[in-house]
């Protein structure tokens, strides 16, 4: 009986079906297909119901994942896609992308033996079904509220604020630099993750709600935060991390050495089928060539599954520590591996070597010491000599840092910690700047997109807290928090 509970007992885990590696090596689309009906009802049928469901207390938007699962058992998909949409402004991206091994999945209490059950697939399930059968609305207000907020950035914390805003009457307008809205759910993640028309589907009901999106407008560039201020009640800043970090080697600045996210780009615009100069000229192009990554983040994964998917000679993804302690998802690393990626773990890049364009890297081996002040175990140089590796287009995936918000915003007492994000209050999530809000990875630091909608609505319901005591004559208490 499908609709029956605690059906992990007699059957097993089970995933939607994955595309096989050789299929997938050849195009950009996403490499799971979606759940049939039947076994979406019979996987969420595994759920145990739990009195204190740990896959709930770990997922960042404390979604009610125990309801879903038992409604979805239930073939009830309407009102699952309901209690799914109230907690998350994204289920179907989420569903697709969150390290469901490090979250719901991975704190999942289903007894020792049995595997957990699957929470992002039957999310993004239930959602797909509401969208195609028509049960995603935009989010229109029933009447306008009369107040105004302003929010620069387009990205999952920007949308997220937007959208529970809108739904409460505000006027929205959201500023983003780029020329389409979504930051790295559209210019980051490449399509085999997260395929685009997912995003802009969710874009375009944001649209018909009445947000208004104005591209091509940046901040530090188009618009001071002086002037957004005035035009808008409440100004909420969500602009990201994008300050690449580098490698101080020799010969790091031959040319064909590229940060990740300009390579990232690059792919995914072609993708969009936009024309990209240093892609079309073969700049930011792996076919043919010997690609080597370093980083072990997901950034480098999604660069060597790119290069992959672009006809690359050989790619070879370069970490300095060890399999156990990678920072990305254990299971990207094996998709890549499926996909014939190289890895190289305890492996240091010391030096590039070429005369113009890169021709190969010197390669340090390197070792686990002592653990340092955090209790991570450093990394040192085995002593044994470096090995050279050839390389044409190396790609430097290290992470990234916050930009000089302060001078993008041209406000001086913007108050920033000194890793350079942005300092919130946290209680209030308002900046040393009067009315002025953060959200998202230029609080956080690079973190997940799940995060960054939970900043997106907290931030918003607490723009609304703000403008409520504003109304009420307390602005100065709430600022005083
Ligand atoms: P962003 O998504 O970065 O959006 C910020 C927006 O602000 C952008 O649209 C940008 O154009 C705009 N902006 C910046 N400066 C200005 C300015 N001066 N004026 C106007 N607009 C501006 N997370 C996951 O959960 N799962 C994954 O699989 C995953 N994969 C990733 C892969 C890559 C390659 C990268 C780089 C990140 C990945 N992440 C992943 C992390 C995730 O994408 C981010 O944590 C999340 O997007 C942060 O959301 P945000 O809204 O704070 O910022
Ligand atoms: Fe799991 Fe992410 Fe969905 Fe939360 S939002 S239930 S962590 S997949
Ligand atoms: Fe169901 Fe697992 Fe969550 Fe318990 S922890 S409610 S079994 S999904």
Redesign the pocket.
């Given at each position: 009986m499908p609709n029956e509970l605690l059906r992990f007992v007699d059957l097993a885990k089970a995933t939607p079906d994955k595309r096989a590696a050789d299929e997938r090596r050849t195009d950009f689309d996403e490499i799971f297909r979606d759940f049939a009906r039947e076994r979406a009802a019979e996987q969420a049928a595994r759920c145990s119901q739990c009195g204190v469901p740990f896959c709930q207390i770990h997922c960042p938007l404390h979604n009610n994942i125990p309801d879903w699962l038992k409604l979805t058992a239930e073939g009830r998909l309407e009102e699952a896609y309901e209690v799914a949409a109230s907690t998350n402004t994204f289920p179907e991206v989420?569903g697709r992308?969150?390290?469901q091994d490090r979250l719901c999945e991975g704190n999942c209490v289903i007894e020792r033996g049995f595997a957990s059950v699957t929470i992002g697939a039957v999310e993004r399930y239930v959602t797909e079904q509401a969208f195609a059968n028509g049960w995603v609305a935009p989010p229109t207000p029933r009447r306008e509220n009369g107040r105004s907020v302003g929010i620069?950035?387009?990205?999952?914390?920007?949308?997220a604020a937007a959208e529970w805003l809108r739904r409460r009457g505000y006027a929205v307008d959201v500023?983003?630099?780029?020329d389409r809205?979504?930051?790295?759910?559209?210019?980051?993640?490449?399509g085999f993750?997260?395929e685009k028309h997912i995003v802009q589907r969710r874009i375009d009901l944001l649209a018909r709600a009445g947000i208004r999106f104005h591209v091509k407008?940046?901040?530090?560039?188009y618009?001071t935060l002086a002037e957004a201020r005035q035009r808008h009640d409440a100004v909420l800043l969500?602009?990201?991390?994008?300050q690449a970090r580098d490698i101080q080697a020799p010969g790091v600045g031959l040319s064909n050495i590229v940060p990740?996210?300009d390579y990232?780009i690059a792919s995914n615009r072609k993708g969009l089928g936009d024309a990209v100069p240093a892609f079309d000229d073969g700049r930011l192009d792996a076919r043919g060539r010997h690609v080597v990554v370093i980083g072990g983040g997901?950034?480098a994964m999604?660069?060597v599954r790119t290069a992959v998917r672009q006809g690359a000679a050989s790619v070879t993804c370069l970490y300095r520590r060890d399999r156990a302690n990678m920072p990305g998802?254990a299971r990207?690393v094996g998709y890549a591996e499926e996909e014939g990626v190289s890895f190289r773990f305890l492996a240091n890049p010391v030096a590039f070597i070429g005369d113009r364009e890169v021709e190969g890297v010197r390669v340090a081996t390197m070792r686990l010491g002592a653990p340092d002040a955090t209790g991570r175990q450093t990394v040192v140089a085995s002593g044994e000599a470096p090995a050279t590796l050839k390389a044409d287009l190396v790609i430097k995936a290290l992470g990234?840092d916050p930009?000089d918000v302060r001078a993008?915003a041209a406000t001086p007492e913007l108050e920033v910690t000194r890793w350079g994000t942005v300092r919130a209050n946290h209680k209030t999530l308002m900046t040393s700047v009067p009315g002025v809000f953060a959200?998202?990875?230029?609080v956080?630091g690079?973190?997940?997109?799940?995060?960054?909608i939970r900043?997106?609505r907290d931030a918003a319901k607490a723009i609304d807290g703000y403008l409520d005591a504003r109304d009420a004559g307390a602005e100065a208490l709430y600022a005083a928090e």
């Open positions: 989420c992308i969150c390290p620069v950035g387009g990205g999952p914390a920007g949308l500023y983003d630099r780029h809205i979504g930051g790295l759910l559209i210019y980051g993640i490449p993750k997260l407008t940046a901040l530090g560039r618009l969500a602009c990201g991390v994008y990740a996210l990232l997901d950034t999604d660069c998802s990207e990234f930009e993008m959200a998202g990875d230029i956080r690079a973190s997940l997109v799940v995060w960054a900043d997106g």
